[in-house]
């Protein structure tokens, strides 16, 4: 047995480092140390031998199974190393294909806004309301001091259904239902699609945004009206924004004003953007007049309020430069995209 | 509107006064000046000069040398001329060397036929004032000589155009006098009234009864004041008339129209001249159109009027559209000789719906319907009868002035407490301050306690002023707002969130966009009819606008699909093909037919587009957006929704906004159990491929339409969760096999009712058509999970359970392909 014990050593010595692969290597193992392996058939015989050859040829059939296991892990990691070095040639994949694309959802610029907008003034204790798009002439126009034949109505063009339903053209129609519902003090905006009879061009769109801020209390004075439109203007464009009052004109404020803020271009020094005027008109607020509080059924003799509204569309365009107003409405992804970096809903 | 310097300079003193801090002024005290005009500029360098000699040009016969003196104690001037009309002491408009005339030639120093010439004597073309080249322009000898030409003749002249919009409330803002009385209270200057002591003479002399005028609507017109003036001749107006018609963009037609509208102009008050001889019957009547009466307006148009309308009739037929046009018939002409003048206060909406109503919006029916002040209708005839004596000297006024005005305005008064502008205002005004801001703008009373009792003008009475808060008005703006002083609104704390409805919106934005990874689109809530066709939508039932823009935007849309398809297919050439196209829009729909209050339903719409498929056997794309309603759903707290196949004609309730694009085999149904019984909630599917194609979107689309409304009620407002149950459940794998078209739904149903409250949970795992089974059928594979609250299941019991879900499904008719229970294991 012994001498068989070196002819296997031998044979062993032979095969082990000639493994060519990782399955060659398997295949020895398997030859081997396997259940029915070579070297297993050698300590079976082991029994059969005389009691004084029994202690020397386990061992060196022992010794032989260590050399072996160690030689084949030596040769597998070998082999191994070899293997893995050259999968950089052929597992090769091209990095400049694009991938399988997951995420990639955007929320559109004017939700990004109107959601910006709608913080800050939940920040500064107004409530968010929003009421239909299809609104009847009370509320639209009535309820706010603008009674049929007013010639206010024109700069208000107004798409009609036949049964004198209109779009609303305005959020304002939403004051009224929030004084239907509550008693003042009340503080609320609401911001929403509304809707002009107008022809298209680059600054004007039959849909656009529009938040509308509205405030009962007692004693309200247009000092309150301009402090809260500077912070909210501040916040909306996010740096300190300077604002003046100019005399206007709307049926459902009285005092009325028109708001400037100082042109956020140029600061004031005079560009294209402001028509070098360092101003550019923004929006129209006032105090609300006693007929529309009235309207709401609140007692004008006990509260006051002011009003404002601002055009959601107008105020991504400054902040972005947005050069024509259709863009926003168009559904160009490609559009879009520029401004997918709103992280909320 | 037009606003011209020179005009308010006759009733005001604005000498020292920059144009254009008058116009900042007025932009901040009373209405937006948008733009000022300087007129006359491109003639600098002209000026006026004297013809001391001349004398014949020693080269030419038909050329004079003239000796011109620009006054000052300059050194006279030698000018070649060639006009035939030059004369020694004209006084001429001249160019010397160096001017650049209107036409862009800059004069040079240059000799005509041998003789040097130090500028030109111009002619009316070269000017740019006219066509006449017969001849140079001679100036009236009392014309100062050296001064520029465009001074001298009334050209220089700087013209504000004022924002309409900031004067609709004002009807004394329609004229000058109107801003000449704001300006005069702003500097602080007289306000004097244009003259009209000629006029008041010429009709104090006159004797003659009235013309008669009968005013048979008196809600129709407040007051008509009448004036008939013979001896007149008509013709093309004076230059200066002219010029001053073209700085307020106005046109001349012949001195008396001229003259209407010049008066206009300054007084706001709209006047019209008939001819008298096509007023039959001597007399006018102003009434009522009778329905179907024809008119024949000044723009040659006939036009069939309605009762509504109010016109300025004779006996026999309509003479004016009041206070929106004359009538061709009774125009003034050029061989009138006899003029009837109207100044009349017309309904403000009476004239503004028969403009709009006529498509005549003028000058004249702008002005009527913001309410005009009746004092102004005499005030204005005075004004232009004193301009036509200026202008025709023979003309003799026939008749004592008719004024028709049978229920005069009563003065108005407002008591303004003090305390009150300043509570509005903010501002700490003093009580004589207040006063004395209102007295300048024509409001005057006296105190009364605590405040002014004050009588409002009469020209601020008709609309713009009744109320204490229109005076608080007055003084803020002639205060000046550049004084308020911001201040922070202080009110009790209270917490404020976003309404329900903002929430959701929300909610889904963040699923929908943010999760799901569509691009959130917005688009126009309207379409025309072809889109809806297109959609397989009858036209009719669209809610329908009115006054559309244009026809393929007259309806309302009914459901948010074709946005998404039309905004797919806009974008597929540009997106890339290896990445589905996923877009959402949150958006309302519109219903023709549902009650006013539910016409207007809130929606998420949201489709996934696969421009890289040919076909989609297994329908994953579709499947795909089931999923992204799914997980919507779950995430915003939506629980026991049902999902129903949507049959080959989906009947979801009529309330639905229509799903007229599904495919016929791939639709869903999510239903959600209301307490009205079960409502849907969504509608899935993939797009009808006659549909897609006709929105010209390639590859294969599904979508899904959401009511936001019914999420919103169907929202749980607490979690569901339970503590985990005790035991362990063990689960059990069955394959079944059914016929192609079952729904997994069914016999996910059947597996859940097997054994009551042991059954935790079924979870559907495969899908199998093909070898094995046979045609028409296909197989599906579920894990179901056993548990009991009681105690760990036996292995007995779980056999016993296994039993039970195996003879549901074979009483319920089904197959049994294969069952193998991991009796024990909880899964992993």
Same mark, same amino acid.
């Given at each position: 047995?012994?001498?068989?014990?070196?002819?296997?050593?031998?044979?062993?010595?032979?095969?082990?480092?000639?493994?060519?692969?990782?399955?060659?290597?398997?295949?020895?193992?398997?030859?081997?140390?396997?259940?029915?392996?070579?070297?297993?058939?050698?300590? =079976?015989?082991?029994?059969?031998?005389?009691?004084?050859?029994?202690?020397?040829?386990?061992?060196?059939?022992? !010794?032989?199974?260590?050399?072996?296991?160690?030689?084949?892990?030596?040769?597998?990691?070998?082999?191994?190393?070899?293997?893995?070095?050259?999968?950089?040639?052929?597992?090769?994949?091209?990095?400049? %294909?694009?991938?399988?694309?997951?995420?990639?959802?955007?929320?559109?610029?004017?939700?990004?806004?109107?959601?910006?907008?709608?913080?800050?003034?939940?920040?500064?204790?107004?409530?968010?309301?929003?009421?239909?798009?299809?609104?009847?002439?009370?509320?639209?126009?009535?309820?706010?001091?603008?009674?049929?034949?007013?010639?206010?109505?024109?700069?208000?063009?107004?798409?009609?259904?036949?049964?004198?339903?209109?779009?609303?053209?305005?959020?304002?129609?939403?004051?009224?239902?929030?004084?239907?519902?509550?008693?003042?003090?009340?503080?609320?905006?609401?911001?929403?699609?509304?809707?002009?009879?107008?022809?298209?061009?680059?600054?004007?769109?039959?849909?656009?945004?529009?938040?509308?801020?509205?405030?009962?209390?007692?004693?309200?004075?247009?000092?309150?009206?301009?402090?809260?439109?500077?912070?909210?203007?501040?916040?909306?464009?996010?740096?300190?924004?300077?604002?003046?009052?100019?005399?206007?004109?709307?049926?459902?404020?009285?005092?009325?004003?028109?708001?400037?803020?100082?042109?956020?271009?140029?600061?004031?020094?005079?560009?294209?953007?402001?028509?070098?005027?360092?101003? *550019?008109?923004?929006?129209?607020?006032?105090?609300?007049?006693?007929?529309?509080?009235?309207?709401?059924?609140?007692?004008?003799? $006990?509260?006051?309020?002011?009003?404002?509204?601002?055009?959601?569309?107008?105020?991504?365009?400054?902040?972005?430069?947005?050069?024509?107003?259709?863009?926003?409405?168009?559904?160009?992804?490609?559009?879009?995209?520029?401004?997918?970096?709103?992280?909320?809903? | 509107?037009?606003?011209?310097?020179?005009?308010?300079?006759?009733?005001?003193?604005?000498?020292?006064?920059?144009?254009?801090?008058?116009?900042?002024?007025?932009?901040?005290?009373?209405?937006?000046?948008?733009?000022?005009?300087?007129?006359?500029? +491109?003639?600098?360098?002209?000026?006026?000069?004297?013809?001391?000699?001349?004398?014949?040009?020693?080269?030419?016969?038909?050329?004079?040398?003239?000796?011109?003196?620009?006054?000052?104690?300059?050194?006279?001037?030698?000018?070649?001329?060639?006009?035939?009309?030059?004369?020694?002491?004209?006084?001429?408009?001249?160019?010397?060397?160096?001017?650049?005339?209107?036409?862009?030639?800059?004069?040079?120093?240059?000799?005509?036929?041998?003789?040097?010439?130090?500028?030109?004597?111009?002619?009316?073309?070269?000017?740019?004032?006219?066509?006449?080249?017969?001849?140079?322009?001679?100036?009236?000898? !009392?014309?100062?000589?050296?001064?520029?030409?465009?001074?001298?003749?009334?050209?220089?002249?700087?013209?504000?155009?004022?924002?309409?919009?900031?004067?609709?409330?004002?009807?004394?803002?329609?004229?000058?006098?109107?801003?000449?009385?704001?300006?005069?209270?702003?500097?602080?200057?007289?306000?004097?009234?244009?003259?009209?002591?000629?006029?008041?003479?010429?009709?104090?002399?006159?004797?003659?009864?009235?013309?008669?005028?009968?005013?048979?609507?008196?809600?129709?017109?407040?007051?008509?004041?009448?004036?008939?003036?013979?001896?007149?001749?008509?013709?093309?107006?004076?230059?200066?008339?002219?010029?001053?018609?073209?700085?307020?963009?106005? =046109?001349?037609?012949?001195?008396?129209?001229?003259?209407?509208?010049?008066?206009?102009?300054?007084?706001?008050?709209?006047?019209?001249?008939?001819?008298?001889?096509?007023?039959?019957?001597?007399?006018?009547?102003?009434?009522?159109?009778?329905?179907? !009466?024809?008119?024949?307006?000044?723009?040659?148009?006939?036009?069939?009027?309605?009762?509504?309308?109010?016109?300025?009739?004779?006996?026999?037929?309509?003479?004016?559209?009041?206070?929106?046009?004359?009538?061709?018939?009774?125009?003034?002409?050029?061989?009138?000789?006899?003029?009837?003048?109207?100044?009349?206060?017309?309904?403000?909406?009476?004239?503004?719906?028969?403009?709009?109503?006529?498509?005549?919006?003028?000058?004249?029916?702008?002005?009527?319907?913001?309410?005009?002040?009746?004092?102004?209708?005499?005030?204005?005839?005075?004004?232009?009868?004193?301009?036509?004596?200026?202008?025709?000297?023979?003309?003799?006024?026939?008749?004592?002035?008719?004024?028709?005005?049978?229920?005069?305005?009563?003065?108005?008064?407002?008591? %303004?407490?003090?305390?009150?502008?300043?509570?509005?205002?903010?501002?700490?005004?003093?009580?004589?301050?207040?006063?004395?801001?209102?007295?300048?703008?024509?409001?005057?009373?006296?105190?009364?306690?605590?405040?002014?009792?004050?009588?409002?003008?009469?020209?601020?009475?008709?609309?713009?002023?009744?109320?204490?808060?229109?005076?608080?008005?007055?003084?803020?703006?002639?205060?000046?707002?550049?004084?308020?002083?911001?201040?922070?609104?202080?009110?009790?704390?209270?917490?404020?969130?976003?309404?329900?409805?903002?929430?959701?919106?929300?909610?889904?934005?963040?699923?929908?966009?943010?999760?799901?990874?569509?691009?959130?689109?917005?688009?126009?809530?309207?379409?025309?009819?072809?889109?809806?066709?297109?959609?397989?939508?009858?036209?009719?039932?669209?809610?329908?606008?009115?006054?559309?823009?244009?026809? !393929?935007?007259?309806?309302? $849309?009914?459901?948010?699909?074709?946005?998404?398809?039309?905004?797919?297919?806009?974008?597929?050439?540009?997106?890339?093909?290896?990445?589905?196209?996923?877009?959402?829009?949150?958006?309302?729909?519109?219903?023709?037919?549902?009650?006013?209050?539910?016409?207007?339903?809130?929606? *998420?719409?949201?489709?996934?587009?696969?421009?890289?498929?040919? +076909?989609?056997?297994?329908?994953?794309?579709?499947?795909?957006? *089931?999923?992204?309603?799914?997980?919507?759903?779950?995430?915003?707290?939506?629980?026991?929704?049902?999902?129903?196949?949507?049959?080959?004609?989906?009947?979801?309730?009529?309330?639905?906004?229509?799903?007229?694009?599904?495919?016929?085999?791939?639709?869903?149904?999510?239903?959600?159990?209301?307490?009205?019984?079960?409502?849907?909630?969504?509608?899935?599917?993939?797009?009808?491929?006659?549909?897609?194609?006709?929105?010209?979107?390639?590859?294969?689309?599904?979508?899904?339409?959401?009511?936001?409304?019914?999420?919103?009620?169907?929202?749980?407002?607490? +979690?569901?969760?339970?503590?985990?149950?005790?035991?362990?459940?063990?689960?059990?794998?069955?394959?079944?096999?059914?016929? =192609?078209?079952?729904?997994?739904?069914?016999?996910?149903?059947?597996?859940?009712?097997?054994?009551?409250?042991?059954?935790?949970?079924? =979870?559907?795992?495969?899908?199998?058509?093909?070898?094995?089974?046979?045609?028409?059928?296909? +197989?599906?594979?579920?894990?179901?999970?056993?548990?009991?609250?009681?105690?760990? %299941?036996?292995?007995?019991?779980?056999?016993?359970?296994?039993?039970?879900?195996?003879?549901? %499904?074979?009483?319920?008719?089904?197959?049994?392909?294969?069952?193998?229970?991991?009796?024990?294991?909880?899964?992993?």
């Amino acid at each position: 047995v012994a001498h068989t014990i070196e002819e296997l050593e031998r044979t062993a010595r032979d095969e082990i480092p000639a493994a060519g692969d990782l399955p060659a290597v398997e295949d020895l193992r398997r030859r081997w140390l396997g259940k029915s392996g070579l070297l297993q058939e050698v300590l =079976r015989g082991i029994g059969a031998l005389p009691a004084e050859k029994r202690g020397p040829v386990g061992k060196a059939a022992n !010794e032989l199974k260590a050399w072996i296991e160690a030689e084949l892990l030596r040769v597998e990691s070998t082999l191994r190393t070899a293997q893995e070095g050259a999968i950089g040639d052929a597992e090769w994949v091209d990095a400049t %294909l694009p991938g399988e694309r997951r995420g990639g959802g955007l929320v559109h610029p004017v939700a990004q806004m109107r959601r910006e907008l709608e913080d800050v003034c939940l920040s500064m204790g107004f409530e968010v309301l929003d009421g239909p798009w299809v609104e009847d002439e009370r509320h639209n126009f009535e309820a706010l001091n603008i009674p049929k034949d007013h010639p206010a109505r024109d700069s208000q063009d107004t798409f009609w259904f036949p049964d004198g339903r209109c779009l609303r053209t305005h959020t304002s129609p939403v004051q009224i239902r929030a004084m239907e519902t509550r008693t003042p003090p009340i503080r609320v905006v609401s911001i929403g699609r509304v809707f002009r009879n107008e022809a298209l061009d680059a600054g004007h769109e039959n849909t656009f945004h529009q938040i509308e801020g509205f405030l009962v209390d007692r004693d309200v004075t247009v000092g309150h009206l301009v402090h809260t439109l500077r912070t909210l203007l501040s916040e909306a464009f996010q740096r300190s924004v300077e604002v003046r009052l100019r005399p206007s004109f709307f049926p459902f404020t009285e005092p009325s004003f028109e708001m400037d803020v100082r042109c956020l271009v140029c600061s004031g020094t005079g560009c294209p953007v402001c028509k070098r005027t360092g101003w *550019v008109e923004l929006l129209g607020c006032g105090l609300v007049h006693p007929a529309v509080l009235k309207a709401g059924g609140i007692d004008p003799s $006990q509260w006051s309020g002011f009003a404002f509204g601002l055009g959601v569309d107008r105020v991504l365009m400054m902040r972005h430069r947005i050069e024509d107003i259709r863009r926003l409405m168009a559904g160009e992804l490609s559009f879009l995209r520029k401004f997918a970096t709103g992280v909320e809903g | 509107m037009r606003l011209s310097w020179r005009l308010l300079s006759e009733m005001v003193d604005l000498r020292r006064v920059d144009p254009a801090e008058a116009a900042r002024l007025l932009t901040f005290r009373t209405a937006e000046v948008e733009h000022v005009e300087h007129l006359g500029g +491109s003639l600098s360098g002209v000026v006026t000069a004297k013809v001391r000699a001349v004398d014949p040009h020693p080269g030419a016969d038909r050329l004079r040398l003239c000796t011109v003196d620009v006054g000052g104690g300059a050194q006279l001037l030698r000018v070649v001329c060639g006009a035939p009309n030059v004369a020694a002491g004209q006084t001429v408009c001249f160019a010397p060397v160096g001017t650049t005339l209107p036409n862009g030639v800059t004069l040079k120093k240059a000799k005509i036929r041998g003789v040097e010439s130090e500028g030109m004597i111009c002619a009316e073309d070269e000017m740019g004032l006219g066509t006449a080249h017969d001849g140079i322009v001679v100036l009236d000898p !009392e014309t100062p000589v050296g001064v520029p030409v465009s001074e001298a003749l009334g050209l220089s002249d700087v013209v504000f155009d004022v924002a309409n919009s900031a004067i609709t409330s004002r009807p004394d803002l329609w004229g000058h006098v109107g801003f000449a009385r704001e300006l005069a209270a702003i500097l602080d200057r007289r306000f004097t009234a244009p003259p009209t002591d000629a006029a008041q003479r010429a009709v104090g002399a006159a004797g003659a009864d009235p013309f008669p005028v009968r005013v048979e609507d008196e809600a129709g017109c407040r007051r008509y004041v009448a004036l008939v003036v013979e001896g007149v001749a008509n013709g093309p107006s004076p230059a200066g008339v002219v010029r001053r018609l073209e700085a307020l963009g106005l =046109r001349a037609v012949s001195l008396l129209v001229d003259l209407t509208n010049l008066v206009m102009a300054e007084q706001g008050q709209p006047l019209h001249a008939f001819d008298l001889r096509e007023v039959r019957g001597g007399a006018v009547r102003v009434r009522r159109a009778a329905a179907g !009466e024809r008119f024949t307006a000044l723009d040659e148009k006939e036009r069939t009027l309605v009762a509504d309308d109010l016109v300025i009739a004779d006996e026999e037929r309509v003479l004016a559209l009041a206070g929106v046009m004359g009538g061709a018939a009774s125009a003034v002409g050029a061989d009138t000789t006899t003029v009837l003048l109207e100044s009349a206060t017309f309904d403000p909406g009476r004239v503004r719906r028969s403009a709009i109503r006529h498509g005549l919006r003028t000058d004249a029916s702008a002005r009527f319907e913001k309410s005009l002040d009746p004092a102004g209708a005499p005030a204005a005839a005075m004004r232009w009868l004193e301009l036509l004596l200026a202008h025709v000297p023979g003309a003799r006024v026939a008749a004592r002035t008719t004024d028709v005005y049978p229920r005069p305005l009563l003065p108005l008064a407002i008591e %303004l407490p003090f305390d009150l502008v300043r509570r509005r205002l903010g501002l700490p005004l003093a009580d004589a301050e207040i006063v004395t801001r209102l007295a300048s703008v024509g409001f005057r009373g006296s105190e009364v306690p605590g405040g002014v009792r004050v009588r409002v003008p009469s020209w601020r009475a008709t609309k713009d002023v009744s109320i204490p808060e229109d005076l608080v008005e007055e003084v803020g703006r002639l205060h000046g707002y550049e004084h308020v002083v911001p201040e922070p609104h202080v009110a009790p704390m209270v917490a404020v969130r976003p309404s329900p409805e903002r929430s959701l919106e929300r909610a889904t934005r963040a699923v929908l966009g943010l999760d799901l990874a569509h691009a959130e689109v917005a688009h126009y809530a309207f379409h025309g009819e072809a889109e809806a066709q297109k959609l397989g939508l009858d036209p009719a039932t669209l809610l329908r606008l009115s006054n559309p823009l244009s026809s !393929e935007q007259d309806r309302m $849309q009914a459901t948010c699909v074709q946005n998404l398809l039309r905004i797919a297919a806009r974008n597929q050439p540009t997106e890339p093909r290896t990445a589905p196209l996923r877009l959402a829009e949150w958006t309302r729909v519109f219903s023709a037919s549902a009650p006013a209050d539910r016409a207007e339903v809130p929606v *998420v719409g949201c489709l996934t587009a696969r421009a890289d498929l040919e +076909s989609d056997p297994r329908g994953d794309v579709f499947r795909g957006v *089931v999923e992204d309603v799914r997980v919507l759903l779950e995430r915003v707290g939506v629980r026991g929704v049902r999902v129903a196949d949507g049959g080959e004609a989906p009947r979801h309730d009529a309330q639905f906004p229509p799903a007229t694009w599904l495919h016929p085999g791939r639709s869903a149904v999510f239903t959600h159990a209301g307490d009205g019984g079960p409502q849907v909630l969504a509608v899935v599917g993939e797009v009808h491929p006659r549909v897609r194609r006709a929105f010209g979107v390639a590859g294969v689309a599904a979508a899904a339409e959401v009511r936001l409304d019914r999420v919103l009620a169907a929202r749980a407002s607490e +979690s569901d969760y339970r503590a985990p149950p005790r035991f362990p459940e063990s689960t059990f794998d069955v394959a079944v096999v059914v016929p =192609r078209k079952t729904p997994a739904a069914e016999v996910e149903a059947v597996l859940a009712r097997c054994a009551g409250g042991a059954v935790r949970s079924v =979870r559907w795992f495969d899908l199998y058509e093909g070898k094995g089974i046979p045609a028409g059928q296909k +197989s599906l594979a579920f894990t179901v999970a056993f548990g009991d609250e009681g105690g760990t %299941l036996t292995g007995k019991t779980l056999e016993k359970l296994q039993g039970r879900a195996i003879d549901a %499904l074979t009483r319920a008719g089904w197959k049994v392909r294969m069952e193998s229970g991991a009796a024990g294991e909880p899964p992993a």
